[in-house]
């Protein structure tokens, strides 16, 4: 028998899983099988569509299970509230999506929180599959999902229910007594379309983004994995260069459903969409949207520009590096000369284009990291391009520069706590980088951020950044220490600029 914390009434299994339907009439409270969460940084300021949250959830749906998905910041109320709702809904399962980085400390509180209920706690994801002995050290974590998660938490919940036979349950770490148990690894799911994204268990609004002049643009996503190697990509671990789309079918229809809250752009928010061309361009000629994604340099050409530049209104390449060394160093398959040909066609087809860099690659020497600047330099005076970095390098194990990072001196940190706050792409603590040179690297992202700032507002604040980048002075900082106090205040920092212009 079950108990209902919210009103104390005794609730068979048998009828556990239909629950949701009848009570509100019988039992005073709506129980729900399963929660879902993901927490974010409270100072990120843009949210994402929680995909790895809604996959799973189809996979449950699918199998009779209720299913409730929170994605908050992880402010003190969120957590809070999320444990007052576990209490409610006694959920057999919770479950949580990490992803390595400073989100994690707040998914750690969240789950400490919960697990004082009682109530079983599953952590998958990026940080799990990549870390899952670290993960499934966490007190307060009783189980990992390594890699695919749909099939694993469905016959997760289903053991759970049934006694508790975790054993054969591929893709699965658990703790028996004082022991870690990791199962062998689930195999890839080869048909994406089997899995219905639920969109009505998230508000959509709170995913939509204002630009190209569109007003709900959405991030989606049709694929997962990529075949490339580049050496610093967590994707060489998690999806092992195995790449597998939905149909053209199956996104268009869902598209369709889409446009009927409103949507007017998409973002194809993934890896890389691109990989089977036919299929990206048959989506992108028949969606009748304004629409942006990212794009390797070696996939565009001018005719298959041309192919698909009819509502296309922004590409994000990533170049990573200005040093043709390092973008050998990084198995990244490209040289500079192939990246800026790529930005040029784009531009000249009328594409907005952003480009992604990375700085503090193990073997990156000085020089390599001022011709990276200079390059940033001449592409955002040449074709006033959208330049997303320089951020720093983040060592996840499994890639093949880790190990090089390990040859340099890195150190793997022993608990997610510690992956969370010594290393990410907005801090240095690279051991190969000089101590007095690792606030420059941490303080290259912002400069390049104001020097790029349109607002007439800060036209003399632009200037000295591009004065500093185009002479390299990287000294005394003032500025950028105000710019990064002011990022934790977007919605300020936005009313003021918009009272000053009247």
């Known amino acids: 028998m079950l108990t209902c914390n919210a009103c104390t009434q005794s609730i068979p299994n048998f009828f556990r899983a239909k629950i949701y339907y009848v009570a509100d009439f019988n039992f005073g409270c709506v129980m729900t099988d399963v929660v879902l969460v993901k927490m974010e940084d409270p100072m990120h300021h843009q949210l994402y569509p929680p995909f790895s949250l809604l996959y799973p959830a189809s996979a449950l749906l699918k199998e009779g299970y209720s299913v409730k998905i929170i994605h908050e910041k992880g402010t003190k109320e969120n957590i809070d509230q999320l444990r007052e709702l576990v209490i409610r809904k006694n959920p057999i399962l919770v479950g949580f999506s990490s992803l390595t980085g400073s989100p994690l400390l707040f998914s750690l509180k969240a789950s400490e929180e919960i697990s004082k209920i009682g109530v079983p706690i599953a952590w998958g994801g990026i940080h799990a599959t990549i870390l899952p002995e670290i993960t499934l ?291 240095c603590n690279l051991p190969w980088i000089k101590e007095s040179d690792r606030g420059v690297l941490e303080n290259l992202f912002y400069l390049v951020q104001l020097a790029q700032m349109k607002n007439p507002l800060v036209r003399p604040l632009q200037k000295v950044e591009e004065f500093r980048w185009r002479n390299g002075i990287f000294k005394f900082w003032p500025e950028v220490k105000f710019a990064k106090f002011l990022s934790k205040y977007p919605n300020l920092v936005g009313f003021f600029l918009k009272y000053l212009e009247g």
Not at 194 to 219: A, M, S, T
Not at 333 to 345: H, R, Y
């Open 137 to 427: 050290r966490e007190k307060s974590i009783d189980f990992v999902v390594v890699g695919e998660g749909e099939q694993t938490i469905v016959e997760l919940v289903k053991a759970l229910e049934n006694g508790g036979n975790f054993g054969e349950i591929r893709g699965l770490g658990y703790k028996k007594d004082t022991r870690l148990k990791f199962n062998p690894q689930r195999e890839f799911i080869t048909d994406l379309d089997d899995y219905e994204l639920p969109w009505n268990l998230v508000k959509l609004e709170r995913y939509f983004q204002e630009k190209w002049g569109c007003k709900k643009v959405l991030p989606i996503n049709t694929s997962r994995g990529c075949p490339h190697r580049c050496g610093f990509c967590y994707n060489l671990l998690v999806h092992k260069r195995k790449w597998r789309g939905h149909s053209s079918e199956y996104v268009l229809e869902q598209i369709e459903e889409l446009k009927k809250h409103g949507i007017d752009g998409i973002i194809f928010s993934e890896d890389e969409f691109f990989i089977n061309k036919k299929r990206a361009l048959d989506i992108v000629k028949n969606i009748d949207l304004s629409w942006g994604t990212e794009i390797r340099a070696d996939y565009i050409s001018e005719k298959f520009i041309d192919e698909l530049k009819d509502n296309c209104e922004e590409l994000f390449i990533g170049a990573e590096s200005g040093s043709d060394r390092v973008l050998e160093i990084m198995q990244k398959d490209l040289t500079v000369a192939q990246i800026e040909e790529a930005i040029k066609i784009c531009k000249n087809a009328g594409i907005s284009v952003g480009v992604y860099f990375m700085i503090g690659i193990p073997g990156e020497t000085k020089e390599d990291m001022k011709r990276t600047l200079e390059f940033m330099y001449h592409l955002y005076e040449k074709y006033d391009v959208k330049l997303d970095g320089p951020k720093v390098y983040t060592p996840y194990p499994g890639t093949p520069l880790f190990e090089s990072a390990v040859k340099y001196g890195f150190t793997q940190p022993n608990s997610s706590v510690s992956w969370a706050t010594e290393v990410g792409r907005f801090k």
